[in-house]
Each structure stands twice: as structure tokens, then as C-alpha cells.
């Protein structure tokens, strides 16, 4: 009788684990049949972003920018900031419509500045734009017909924060994806969106590393912020100077550079 009892255990114990084994096997596989879960686009995807996971959902849209590690890593500092296209103080340019002004018409506040040369409307079409600072080209295209030509660049404050700068309504871009442009390098020209609009450059600012392309326009500031503030900012100079002189900035970055160099030896 006990032996019975020993056998009839052994032979339930080997039940059980047969029954765990199968019902893990069948668990994976039907994980396996589960599709993945995809949204509007890639950028609301449960997968990797910007990376496609079936023929049924929609095309990728390359208006989406997340920087790589890589990217990141090749982002130059920009020790100063100047002008996209000159300064107000110099009677080049004036904003015609600052950050954040609020119009109702087009649903919301303006999420850049619109820089105009100083002839308006027209006379500013073709007039050279320049890259504020040191940068590394992350988008160059046209996101869509109210856009234009466009182009952003990434760059990175003495502080290590990582800025993205958007030159929107070109009607010519210089600026080659993935190259390392400098301070004050013509990137494109100043357009008009195929003629949408009069000629004027659209500057955004972003504090981000990774940003969706939008109207414009917006209730919510997220993550722009004030183009001509973080100019001044980073200017490095007085708002008399249209630049800094060379040696002055030369002069500056080697002091500082020093300055930092002494501060980490005396830690």
C-alpha cells in the first residue's frame, strides 16, 4: 500500500511539471501571436521610434527627430551666439512677429520669432541666413508645403545643455544634413514657403533633443523658447557690437578655458 502511495505521488508530481512546462510553452506562443500595438504613427508606436514593425502600419514620418547617442556625441559647443540675420541694433532686421505673440487667427501663440529684413515685406528674399552657433545639421527638407525648406541644427551651451535651432520658409538651404557648420555659416536664404507668405525667416528654439515639427503655432509653450533671449544670452558681447571681434572671442575662450582647467586641477 505505501508503495502504491509513493507511486501514485511521483506520478502526480510528474503531472504537475508537465502541466507548468505546457502551459509556458503555449504562453509564449500565443505572446508571440499578439500584433504589436500602433497608433496614428511611429511617433505614438509601441516600438522603437521611427522604426517600422509591420506592412500595416503607416508610413514613417520624417518630420520626427530624436537624436541619437551618436548624434549627441558629435554636437559642438557654441561658446557664443549671434543673429540669424543680423541684429536689430544694426537696423538690419526687425521681428515682425516676436515669440509668443498670441494671434487668433492661426489658433494660437507664435512659437518662434519672424525675422524681416529691414525693407519688409519682399526685399529681404535671397538675403543670406546664418547658423546663430556652432551646430550640428540634424534636418534638412521640407516637412510640408506651409513650412518650406527647413533646416535644424543641435547645439550644446557651455553648460552641456543641448539647444535645437529651426531656420523655416528658405528658399535656399546650404546646410548639408549631418555637417558641422560654424558660428555665423550661411546656411540658406531667406524664402517665402513658395510664396505663401512674404519673404521672412521663421527662427524656433528649442530646449530639446528631439522635437516634432508642428503648425507654429500653440497654447502651450513645451519646450520652445524665446529665439532672441537665448541670443542675447549667449551673445557675449553688448547689443553695440553687430559681432564679437575675432581676438575678443579668442581671447575670452582661452581665459575660460584656463579658468576651468585651474578649477579642476584644484578639486
Do not use: C
Not at 502551459?23 to 511611429?42: E, H, Q, Y
Amino acid at each position: 500500500m505505501k508503495q502504491r502511495l509513493i507511486h501514485l505521488a511521483v506520478v502526480i508530481a510528474f503531472l504537475a511539471i508537465a502541466a507548468i512546462a505546457a502551459r509556458g510553452f503555449l504562453r509564449n506562443r500565443s505572446a508571440k501571436s499578439v500584433p504589436v500595438k500602433s497608433m496614428d504613427s511611429w511617433q505614438n508606436a509601441d516600438a522603437p521610434i521611427g522604426f517600422p514593425v509591420d506592412g500595416s502600419t503607416p508610413a514613417f514620418d520624417s518630420r520626427f527627430i530624436q537624436l541619437t547617442a551618436f548624434e549627441r556625441a558629435q554636437i559642438p559647443t557654441a561658446t557664443h551666439m549671434a543673429e540669424a540675420m543680423g541684429t536689430e541694433h544694426g537696423a538690419l532686421t526687425y521681428n515682425a512677429q516676436p515669440f509668443w505673440s498670441d494671434n487668433p487667427q492661426r489658433g494660437g501663440h507664435h512659437s518662434g520669432d519672424d525675422i524681416n529684413g529691414i525693407g519688409g515685406m519682399n526685399t529681404d528674399l535671397g538675403d543670406p541666413v546664418y547658423a546663430i552657433g556652432s551646430g550640428l545639421v540634424i534636418y534638412r527638407g521640407e516637412p510640408s508645403p506651409g513650412w518650406g525648406n527647413m533646416a535644424i541644427l543641435a547645439h550644446r551651451t557651455r553648460s552641456g545643455d543641448i539647444k535645437l535651432s529651426m531656420y523655416a520658409h528658405l528658399q535656399k538651404i546650404y546646410a548639408a544634413y549631418g555637417d558641422t557648420v560654424p558660428r555665423g555659416d550661411t546656411i540658406g536664404t531667406v524664402g517665402t514657403a513658395h510664396l505663401r507668405y512674404p519673404a521672412h525667416l521663421h527662427l524656433e528654439l528649442l530646449d530639446s533633443t528631439g522635437v516634432y515639427i508642428s503648425r507654429g503655432y500653440a497654447r502651450q509653450k513645451g519646450e520652445s523658447i524665446d529665439p532672441s533671449a537665448t541670443i542675447r544670452l549667449h551673445q557675449g558681447s553688448s547689443e553695440d557690437h553687430l559681432y564679437s571681434p575675432p581676438l575678443d572671442i579668442v581671447i575670452s575662450e582661452n581665459l575660460s578655458d584656463l579658468l576651468d582647467n585651474l578649477s579642476i586641477q584644484s578639486k
